[in-house]
């Protein structure tokens, strides 16, 4: 251990204060709406809630958890993120592996890139797409909330970057020793490339767990709303003249602010707990030492 200069002491001390502050300004407000989904209407309303709940209550969460549609959209969002992150993924690393070769080693590699590349630059447009699903009958089913966004160009060039950065020895030892494409991919490439993975396995997971809107667009059927979706529409579009006593009562227990707050951590909760599990692999370099002299 080196002895810390003067001039080293300081930056760290400012440094930690800083990456304080920032930290603090981050949680803050989410401990604001947090306490304002445990806060009653009035307080709320009335701006009464900083940092700790004022008039305990848990009447906005049992008004979305006690509806059997909040049960569906929860069941439909689980399989819409298992069913896309399964089929985004192996698609990505379908087309990333081979992009990352150099074009003595795929010939058409260009071609195929700007192919990709142009989508991300042009857009057909809201039309064009809604005519698309319409047209291969997949409307009013989950495959129209997988299927159009099972390509990500920008998770495919992270992953075709990260791809090209490995070693080029580990390859060509793997090919001495008899391994195919096929082999070397999936049993070396993707075990060295878990920081990508898991990067753009949480980008897939937020995409499809925090869609809405294709949800209000594809599906005709309210059974078949994702959950953002049934929470994107449960207060606004509720009408009192088909609503229930209890649906009222409830209703009257709560505000839109509240429920707002509510729907915020029932939506973001899923991925406070997957977070933690894939965070770690960020920090790591699994190339380091993987190549010996």
């Not at 200069?5 to 930690?16: D, E, P």
């Not at 839109?256 to 965070?279: E, G, N, W």
Request: proline share 4%; charged share 15%.
């Amino acid at each position: 251990m080196h002895k810390l200069t003067a001039s080293r002491r300081v930056f760290l001390i400012v440094n930690y204060i800083l990456l304080s502050v920032t930290a603090i300004a981050c949680i803050l407000p989410l401990i604001n709406v947090l306490a304002i989904s445990f806060s009653s209407s009035s307080a709320a309303a009335a701006g009464y809630v900083k940092l700790w709940p004022v008039d305990f209550t848990i009447d906005s969460y049992k008004f979305a958890l006690t509806k059997h549609e909040f049960l569906d959209g929860f069941l439909v969002s689980l399989k819409r993120v298992g069913l896309g992150y399964a089929i985004s993924m192996v698609v990505s690393i379908l087309i990333a592996y081979p992009l990352s070769k150099e074009k003595q080693v795929l010939r058409s590699r260009n071609i195929y890139a700007w192919f990709f590349i142009v989508t991300m630059l042009f857009h057909g447009g809201l039309i064009p797409t809604y005519m698309t699903i319409k047209s291969v009958g997949l409307l009013d089913s989950l495959w129209a909330l997988v299927l159009p966004s099972t390509v990500s160009v920008f998770n495919v060039i992270l992953l075709m970057n990260f791809f090209r950065e490995l070693p080029k020895e580990i390859e060509e030892a793997a090919n001495m020793d008899g391994s195919g494409h096929w082999r070397t991919l999936w049993s070396i490439y993707l075990p060295l490339s878990m920081p990508s993975v898991a990067t753009i396995t949480l980008f897939i997971v937020v995409f499809h767990w925090n869609s809405w809107f294709d949800g209000l667009i594809y599906m005709n059927s309210t059974t078949n709303y994702p959950l953002q979706s049934y929470l994107q529409t449960i207060i606004i579009n509720v009408d009192p003249s088909t609503a229930t006593t209890n649906d009222l009562l409830d209703m009257s227990a709560i505000s839109d602010r509240t429920f707002k707050a509510a729907q915020v951590f029932l939506a973001a909760f899923p991925i406070l707990i997957v977070y933690p599990f894939l965070q770690k692999y960020f920090m790591k370099g699994l190339v380091m030492g993987s190549v010996k002299g």
